[in-house]
C-alpha cells in the first residue's frame, strides 16, 4: 500500500502530448484542463454550449497564458454531433494521446431523452462515450503509448440503486428511477472499459485504458439531487474539486499505471481522500455482461468497432 499521497506534484511534463477532455468546461473537466495545461499539454476542451466553454477557456488563459487549449462543440447527447465533431476532429489532428471520458449527467427528476430518443443518462454518460471512443479509436491506435481515462462513480455499486444493466428497459420507459438510471450508466463506463481495454490486449494494441471515480466531490452535478445532497452534504462532506478530480488525472497520467487499472479515493468509505488503486463491484468485471453490453452499444450507436 502507498503511503505517499498522490498529488498534481506527481503529474510528469506533459509537453508533447494532447489531451482530449470532454465537458471540460466545468467541475471535473475544468479543474483536469487548468492543471494538465501547466504541465504542458494540449487540451482540446470540448462543451456542449460553446459560449460557456469560450469563457471557461479564457478563465484558464488568464490564469495560465501559455496554456495551450483549442475549443469544439461536442453534445453528447446527439450522435449527429459525436459524428460530426469526429469528422472535424480528424482533419484538424492527427494524434491523441489521452481521451478523457468525462462528460456525466446526474439525475434528472424527470425522465429526460437525448436526441436519439435514450434515457438521458444512458444515452450521454454510457452510448456518447461509447460512439466518441470508436470513432477515434484510429487515431488513438496510431498515437504510440495511448491511452483512455473513463470517469465512472462509486454509485455503480451502491446497493441501494441496484446497479444493473437493464436490458429489459435500458431507457426506464416502464419505470423511471433517476438514481437507478445514473447507477446502470456508471456500472456500463465500468465495463465498457475493461471490455475495450480486453479487447485492445487481444489485438496487441498498446492503448490502455484505464479508470476513476471522483469520491463525492462538489460540483454541479449534484444540482438536482434534491436539497438534502446538493446543499447540506455538499457543505459538510464532499471534498473540493481540487481533491476530487486526482483521481481521474492519475488515471490519465501516471508512467506506472497499467491497463483496467480503477483509482479513486480511500477514505470514508472511498468518499474522500486521495487516489489510490481501487476495486470496482464484482458486476464490473463480469465479462460476459460486458460482451452483451458492447454487442447491445454498438447496435444502439450503428458503430462497429475496428480494431
Do not use: C
Not at 470540448?46 to 466553454?53: F, H, I, M, S, V
Not at 466518441?132 to 495511448?146: Q, W
Not at 471490455?195 to 490486449?201: A, I, P, S, T, V
Not at 463525492?216 to 446538493?230: D, P, V
Amino acid at each position: 500500500m502507498e503511503n505517499v499521497n498522490w498529488t498534481t506534484n506527481n503529474i510528469p511534463s506533459q509537453q508533447g502530448k494532447t489531451f482530449l477532455i470532454t465537458g471540460a468546461n466545468s467541475g471535473l473537466g475544468f479543474e483536469a484542463t487548468k492543471v494538465l495545461s501547466k504541465k504542458g499539454a494540449h487540451i482540446i476542451m470540448t462543451a456542449r454550449n460553446l459560449q460557456k466553454g469560450n469563457e471557461a477557456l479564457e478563465a484558464i488563459k488568464k490564469e495560465n497564458p501559455n496554456a495551450k487549449l483549442d475549443l469544439m462543440q461536442l453534445d453528447l447527447a446527439d450522435f449527429y454531433s459525436i459524428r460530426n465533431f469526429s469528422n472535424e476532429f480528424h482533419s484538424k489532428y492527427s494524434k491523441l494521446d489521452v481521451l478523457v471520458n468525462n462528460t456525466g449527467v446526474m439525475n434528472p427528476p424527470k425522465r429526460e431523452v437525448t436526441k436519439q430518443h435514450f434515457s438521458v443518462q444512458f444515452g450521454t454518460n454510457h452510448l456518447g462515450h461509447f460512439l466518441l471512443t470508436g470513432l477515434l479509436l484510429d487515431i488513438l491506435k496510431n498515437t504510440p503509448n495511448s491511452r483512455v481515462s473513463v470517469q465512472s462513480s462509486i454509485v455503480h455499486k451502491t446497493e441501494s440503486m441496484k446497479p444493473d444493466i437493464h436490458f429489459d428497459d435500458l431507457n426506464f420507459e416502464k419505470s423511471y428511477n433517476r438514481d437507478q438510471a445514473y447507477a446502470q450508466s456508471k456500472l456500463a463506463n465500468l465495463l465498457f472499459a475493461y471490455e475495450l481495454d480486453r479487447r485492445l490486449k487481444t489485438n496487441n494494441i498498446n492503448t490502455i485504458v484505464t479508470v476513476a471515480h471522483p469520491g463525492y466531490t462538489k460540483t454541479n452535478l449534484q444540482a438536482n439531487s434534491g436539497f438534502l445532497m446538493s446543499v447540506i452534504l455538499n457543505n459538510i462532506l464532499a471534498q473540493n474539486v481540487k481533491i476530487g478530480t486526482l483521481p481521474i488525472l492519475r488515471a490519465a497520467t501516471d508512467e506506472n499505471v497499467k491497463g483496467s487499472e480503477y483509482f479513486g479515493p480511500t477514505k470514508m468509505m472511498e468518499l474522500k481522500g486521495y487516489p489510490k488503486l481501487v476495486k470496482s463491484s464484482d458486476k464490473s468485471y463480469d465479462k460476459d455482461l460486458a460482451k452483451k453490453l458492447w454487442k447491445v452499444s454498438e447496435k444502439l450507436t450503428n458503430l462497429t468497432y475496428e480494431f
